[in-house]
């Protein structure tokens, strides 16, 4: 479903129509969203590496993490962007708000070297959405020759800009680069437990695609080492569920498995692990409070003392009295017994012929207690 | 930091700090004072051994405080701030950074933020200095410095943190998480949890106070690098007893 995702961002949109765009919601207590930004990141890299995309680059704009980090990432799943001419990053990180270049015209601090060979472009104030915008265009449009190719854009945390920034205004620059023509798809990054439910509402009527990362529920675990396991499981493990809204307003649900190992994200389909889970809430206790296979099986072969037992023979009612002519087919019963030893039976001898054939009845009913 | 073999049980937490710049932040509450773990990582920090250099911005104590501690714990502050492995802005000082001259907070803030990376910058000059770790003790006193702005001391901090991107520099914050907890979104802490690489919560007991035992620590190691080789994300907890001059770190059950 992951693969899928990616498939559907790098396909882009059709003419005329919006471009496809993701968002990925996560929170504290399960913060893997930024393993799965880096994980579609580096897939639609690969995609663009070998021109099957649609689009002829990616302009990553860095809010959260600096764009060596990226640049380190990329190299190492064998891409060597600092040649490359398919990925630009506009830089948030290094100077959002313009301190550094502020001190540094008055001369206090000196070095301003990033450290990192991609080619960056600085944004020196976050807070005009404006410039943001016209200078993410702009980066995209270097990626082309003729400046007319068709670019993905990857955000790597819409947080950040929602704290410089109105709901409004950051829901308007999104969906403004979402209806540009040269945009073929966009997917961002968002932790949604920074931020109002209007917020998070907002971005998600601007996207087609939602992907929430939600810890995976583990019940049966008690005490505090339990909880502790849990929250380490909780940094490698995730429930990743996915809305896809149709054209035609259908939206699908799909769920698959998240684990993060050696900083690479591996996906498996949702197992549900009810029966573990419910074999493991039942307490222990010294008796069995389940039946084996064969215990239910000897169990079913119990003949109940009905009198009529629904197999077409005659009711045959037993009494005492007619023991001596009866015992005939006593003694077949018997032969018969033997014969099937597994078979368990119940008897039973009536009271009275006051008593009606297989009743319910009590038969101290009538006793003034 | 590299050279210094773990000695308890918040080092082998804390794991090999040497390379990478992290962000580490100590969130206490005020029934169990974290300020014991930053003055460890503090000594750690300057330990002989090491060729690590501190910028320590402090906010809640004056730098005689510090030295006092750390004496006892076998650190001399006074030697190591003439050897300018520390470097020190008592941030109480009231004439410090012209605050009196009618600027607002955030000239306050860029400026603090220019001697930080200046500091930065002078310690990296020295060829043996490798790492420098930045301190703040502590968050919520800085917030109060910028007349309650969270955002502005959101925006500071998030600078520091692009200081360990470009000189590795490690950093670490002291925050309380009691303060928080009726404040409304968006939450700084919350933020600040994001930021941070490794979270050291500091807690009493569940059970209430205990003769010998004196809190918990939770260490969670989020361990966001991709360099970092064999990414471990771990979670350790332990407790503590803080004594005269030094503190044992012990697992839940093993002190008898």
């Not at chain 1, 029966?275 to 206790?285: G, M, N, T, W």
């Amino acid at each position: 479903m992951a693969e899928w995702i990616c498939r559907t961002l790098r396909d882009g949109g059709l003419e005329g129509e919006h471009a496809p765009a993701l968002t990925i919601n996560d929170s504290i207590t399960c913060s893997l969203g930024s393993f799965v930004f880096d994980h579609i990141l580096s897939q639609l890299s690969s995609f663009i590496d070998s021109e099957k995309s649609q689009s002829s680059g990616i302009v990553l704009v860095a809010f959260s993490r600096s764009p060596l980090y990226y640049e380190q990432l990329l190299k190492s799943k064998g891409y060597n962007v600092s040649s490359s001419t398919w990925f630009k990053v506009l830089d948030c990180y290094t100077d959002p708000l313009g301190w550094k270049s502020k001190l540094l015209n008055s001369g206090r601090i000196a070095n301003d070297s990033l450290g990192s060979s991609v080619t960056v472009k600085l944004c020196k104030n976050v807070k005009d959405l404006d410039e943001l915008l016209s200078l993410v265009l702009h980066r995209g449009k270097e990626l082309s020759v003729d400046g007319k190719g068709r670019f993905m854009i990857a955000i790597d945390s819409v947080s950040e800009m929602l704290r410089h920034a109105s709901v409004s205004s950051v829901a308007s620059i999104l969906s403004e680069l979402r209806s540009h023509g040269q945009v073929s798809s966009l997917f961002w990054l968002v932790h949604s437990d920074l931020h109002e439910t209007r917020a998070t509402a907002a971005l998600e009527y601007i996207s087609s695609m939602k992907a929430t990362l939600v810890v995976q529920p583990v019940d049966g675990l008690r005490g505090n080492s339990a909880s502790l396991s849990l929250m380490e499981n909780n940094l490698k493990r995730g429930k990743f569920s996915v809305h896809v809204k149709r054209r035609n307003g259908r939206v699908r649900t799909m769920v698959e498995e998240l684990y993060v190992e050696n900083s690479t994200v591996n996906f498996t389909p949702f197992s549900t692990e009810d029966e573990v889970i419910s074999q493991s809430l039942v307490p222990k206790v010294q008796f069995n409070l389940q039946l084996s296979e064969k215990e239910r099986n000897d169990r079913a072969k119990v003949v109940l003392p009905f009198e009529h037992q629904g197999n077409g023979k005659n009711i045959q009612i037993y009494d005492g009295r007619k023991s001596l002519n009866e015992s005939k087919g006593d003694s077949e019963q018997t032969c018969f017994e033997k014969e099937d030893s597994g078979r368990g039976e119940i008897i039973y001898f009536r009271d009275s012929d006051d008593e009606m054939p297989d009743s319910d009845e009590d038969p101290d009913d009538d006793l003034d207690i | 930091m590299a050279n210094a073999p773990p000695s308890n049980l918040l080092d082998e937490s804390l794991g090999d700090t040497s390379g990478v710049g992290r962000m580490i932040l100590v969130e206490d509450c005020v029934e169990t004072s974290g300020a014991f773990v930053v003055h460890h990582l503090l000594k750690r920090a300057l330990h002989p051994h090491s060729s690590d250099a501190v910028v320590f911005l402090s906010f809640s104590h004056p730098f005689s405080h510090y030295d006092r501690v750390l004496r006892k714990m076998g650190c001399n502050l006074s030697v190591q701030r003439d050897n300018k492995r520390l470097l020190f802005f008592d941030m109480l000082a009231l004439d410090h950074l012209d605050r009196d001259r009618g600027k607002t907070s955030e000239d306050i803030l860029i400026a603090l933020y220019g001697e930080v990376q200046k500091a930065v910058e002078v310690s990296r000059s020295y060829e043996t200095r490798h790492h420098i770790t930045v301190v703040i003790d502590d968050v919520s006193l800085m917030e109060v410095d910028a007349n309650g702005s969270s955002d502005l001391v959101l925006d500071f901090l998030r600078y520091c943190c692009s200081l360990t991107a470009q000189f590795g520099c490690s950093l670490i914050a002291l925050n309380h998480g009691d303060v928080y907890s009726i404040v409304d979104q968006p939450n700084l802490l919350l933020q600040l949890e994001y930021l941070a690489d490794i979270v050291i919560k500091i807690e009493p007991l569940a059970t209430g106070l205990a003769k010998d035992v004196h809190g918990q620590l939770t260490v969670t190691n989020r361990n966001l690098r991709v360099d970092s080789g064999k990414s471990r994300s771990r979670v350790h907890n332990f407790q503590f007893r803080i004594k005269d001059n030094s503190v044992e770190y012990f697992y839940p059950g093993s002190k008898t």
